[in-house]
């Protein structure tokens, strides 16, 4: 018992590691075996936990196997391990498992089985398997009675926010008896991820005068949908907030303020935000850099992110999209290869296809288109939309209609269905006034359901519109065929207008 109690003691410092860099579990448990204390369920807990703290997942699961009597502790324990490693599979098979022993769980066992951290496969893929085996555990949690308690809850809450489920989400946090900040947080967290800004802002409301107080992760969410949404005003109230609150020095909320100023052009307020951060991470200099960028302040960019290299601060793929952003802008071409082949290089960062679009957006401005395609074809990214997307908006700044039809076969045979690439290549033939290819469009019969009407208006002020909720690209070429023939090309929109 004694020698239990001084390794459980020894154990509660197990994560850290000793001298040489090894964790210190490594060096308790083989004493645990020689005292007979390791099949010890309490020991046992401590070791796994130790262990998976440790990030030695295969380590930790030995320990588990090896304990003849589990318990409900160490069962959290192991399913935890494997949550906070991404690995959902696993820890779903463990719940089954541990439920066919006769535990039917705890708050702890399913808040920790849903609080997934990180991507073991593809996000796509990772998403789908954390919704179809979350909703199956919601289900379990109801029939426990568990849905009751606000940690489980939330947790629910976050996973069905991770997997872009608003509805669930918020259905999960209406039912909710008790509601902490971490509740709200997490719905407000999932609204502003999903681009509805405004709503997260009317649940930032209800949240004060629900009496919960907001903190330093409510105001950085917030901040970051102002961001998004444009919103100025937001963004200037909002920190004066935070200083009233204290809050400005947190780190999240003054990366995010940067953010928010500088995608709404003040870029003396970001810049002084930046200033006044006292020890900045990567996520600060990379909004900065990203901010300039935004704003078209190229030079600014590129000298902030070459002082930000200087400090010895590892860059990763976000920071250097901001910088290749930027000279993608300005037109920088000698600047942005340079730092495409620092990336590849030094840093051994591969590419990301919005990597390739940035430098296929800066030699379209440039004029390159012929090397812009040679660039596409020779990385290989013919498949990927956001590419070919950079390079049709290139062709269409250039009014290449050649490389431009090249372009749209590409994405109409990559996303046949998806409306936007219609807009996109109608919007170039537009804008070069070939009105007779954009009529040809109409055979690929796309559907744009969600359009209530077109509109074409001639520079002669008349315009025509085609009504009804099942407008058609057929019928969008139509309009514009027929303004075509009638000598009266001039400016159109694609946006739903008042019926007449």
Same mark, same amino acid.
């Given at each position: 018992?004694? =020698?239990?109690?001084?390794?459980? =003691?020894?154990?509660?410092?197990?994560?850290?590691?000793?001298?040489?860099?090894?964790?210190? +579990?490594?060096?308790?448990?083989?004493?645990?075996?020689?005292?007979?204390?390791?099949?010890?369920?309490?020991?046992?807990?401590?070791?796994?936990?130790?262990?998976?703290?440790?990030?030695?997942?295969?380590?930790?699961?030995?320990? @588990? $196997?090896?304990?003849?009597?589990?318990?409900?502790?160490?069962?959290?324990?192991?399913?935890?391990?494997?949550?906070?490693?991404?690995?959902?599979?696993?820890?779903?098979?463990?719940?089954?498992?541990?439920?066919?022993?006769?535990?039917?769980?705890?708050?702890?066992?399913?808040?920790?089985?849903?609080?997934?951290?990180?991507?073991?496969?593809?996000? @796509?893929?990772?998403?789908?398997?954390?919704?179809?085996?979350?909703?199956?555990?919601?289900?379990?949690?109801?029939?426990?009675?568990? &849905?009751?308690?606000?940690?489980?809850?939330?947790?629910?809450?976050?996973?069905?926010?991770?997997?872009?489920?608003?509805?669930?989400?918020?259905?999960?946090?209406?039912?909710?008896?008790?509601?902490?900040?971490?509740?709200?947080?997490?719905?407000?967290? +999932?609204?502003? !991820?999903?681009?509805?800004?405004?709503?997260? @802002? $009317?649940?930032?409301?209800?949240?004060? =005068?629900?009496?919960?107080?907001?903190?330093?992760?409510?105001?950085?969410?917030?901040?970051?949908?102002?961001?998004?949404?444009?919103?100025?005003?937001?963004?200037?109230?909002? &920190?004066?907030?935070?200083?009233?609150?204290?809050?400005?020095?947190?780190? !999240?909320?003054?990366?995010?303020?940067?953010?928010?100023?500088?995608?709404?052009?003040?870029?003396?307020?970001?810049?002084?935000?930046?200033?006044?951060?006292?020890?900045?991470?990567?996520?600060?200099?990379?909004?900065?850099?990203?901010?300039?960028?935004?704003?078209?302040?190229?030079?600014?960019?590129?000298?902030?992110?070459?002082?930000?290299?200087?400090?010895?601060?590892?860059?990763?793929?976000?920071?250097?999209?901001?910088?290749?952003?930027?000279?993608?802008?300005?037109?920088?071409?000698?600047?942005?290869?340079?730092?495409?082949?620092?990336?590849?290089?030094?840093?051994?960062?591969?590419?990301?296809?919005? &990597?390739?679009?940035?430098?296929?957006?800066?030699?379209? =401005?440039?004029?390159?288109?012929?090397?812009?395609?040679?660039?596409?074809?020779?990385?290989?990214?013919?498949?990927?939309? $956001?590419?070919?997307?950079?390079?049709?908006?290139?062709?269409?700044?250039?009014?290449?209609?050649?490389?431009?039809?090249?372009?749209?076969?590409?994405?109409?045979?990559?996303?046949?269905?998806?409306?936007?690439?219609?807009?996109?290549?109608?919007?170039?033939?537009?804008?070069?006034?070939?009105?007779?290819?954009?009529?040809?469009?109409?055979?690929?019969?796309?559907?744009?359901?969600?359009?209530?009407? @077109?509109?074409?208006?001639?520079?002669?002020?008349?315009?025509?519109?085609?009504?009804?909720?099942?407008?058609?690209?057929?019928?969008?070429?139509?309009?514009?065929?027929?303004?075509?023939?009638?000598?009266?090309?001039?400016?159109?929109?694609?946006?739903?207008?008042?019926?007449?």
């Amino acid at each position: 018992m004694r =020698r239990a109690a001084a390794l459980l =003691r020894l154990l509660h410092v197990g994560a850290s590691a000793d001298r040489r860099g090894r964790p210190i +579990c490594t060096r308790i448990h083989p004493l645990a075996i020689k005292s007979g204390s390791g099949s010890d369920a309490r020991v046992a807990t401590a070791l796994a936990d130790a262990y998976a703290k440790s990030g030695l997942v295969d380590h930790a699961r030995r320990v @588990f $196997d090896e304990t003849p009597h589990k318990d409900q502790m160490l069962w959290n324990v192991m399913i935890s391990c494997y949550s906070s490693h991404g690995l959902v599979r696993e820890a779903w098979e463990l719940l089954n498992s541990m439920r066919r022993s006769g535990f039917s769980g705890d708050g702890f066992t399913f808040s920790a089985l849903l609080s997934v951290r990180s991507c073991s496969t593809s996000c @796509f893929d990772h998403a789908n398997l954390l919704l179809l085996l979350g909703s199956s555990a919601h289900g379990i949690v109801i029939r426990l009675g568990l &849905h009751l308690d606000v940690v489980v809850a939330t947790a629910l809450l976050d996973m069905y926010a991770k997997c872009g489920q608003v509805s669930e989400a918020s259905r999960v946090f209406d039912a909710m008896v008790l509601r902490n900040t971490i509740s709200w947080n997490a719905i407000i967290v +999932c609204y502003g !991820q999903q681009g509805r800004g405004k709503e997260a @802002f $009317d649940l930032f409301v209800w949240m004060m =005068r629900d009496g919960c107080c907001p903190d330093e992760l409510t105001l950085a969410s917030l901040l970051s949908s102002c961001a998004d949404m444009a919103a100025a005003n937001e963004a200037t109230q909002l &920190h004066a907030y935070t200083v009233k609150r204290g809050l400005q020095d947190f780190l !999240q909320v003054g990366n995010a303020l940067i953010m928010a100023y500088g995608k709404n052009g003040f870029v003396e307020e970001a810049t002084r935000t930046f200033g006044m951060i006292h020890n900045p991470d990567l996520v600060t200099w990379s909004s900065m850099v990203s901010s300039f960028a935004y704003l078209g302040l190229a030079k600014n960019a590129i000298h902030l992110f070459d002082r930000m290299l200087q400090q010895g601060i590892q860059a990763d793929g976000i920071a250097f999209l901001g910088v290749l952003s930027a000279c993608s802008h300005a037109g920088l071409i000698e600047d942005g290869f340079k730092y495409f082949l620092l990336m590849m290089r030094d840093y051994k960062i591969d590419p990301t296809p919005q &990597h390739l679009a940035c430098l296929v957006d800066l030699l379209g =401005r440039a004029g390159r288109i012929r090397d812009a395609y040679d660039f596409v074809v020779n990385m290989s990214c013919e498949s990927d939309v $956001d590419v070919i997307g950079a390079f049709l908006g290139a062709c269409r700044m250039r009014g290449n209609i050649q490389s431009a039809k090249w372009a749209a076969s590409r994405l109409f045979s990559l996303k046949p269905n998806d409306p936007i690439n219609y807009l996109l290549i109608s919007n170039t033939y537009a804008a070069s006034g070939a009105w007779s290819d954009l009529a040809k469009l109409s055979g690929l019969n796309l559907t744009l359901g969600y359009c209530q009407s @077109f509109s074409v208006t001639t520079k002669d002020r008349t315009m025509y519109t085609l009504e009804g909720r099942k407008s058609t690209v057929l019928g969008y070429a139509l309009v514009m065929e027929n303004a075509y023939y009638e000598g009266k090309s001039g400016y159109y929109s694609s946006a739903p207008v008042n019926n007449f």
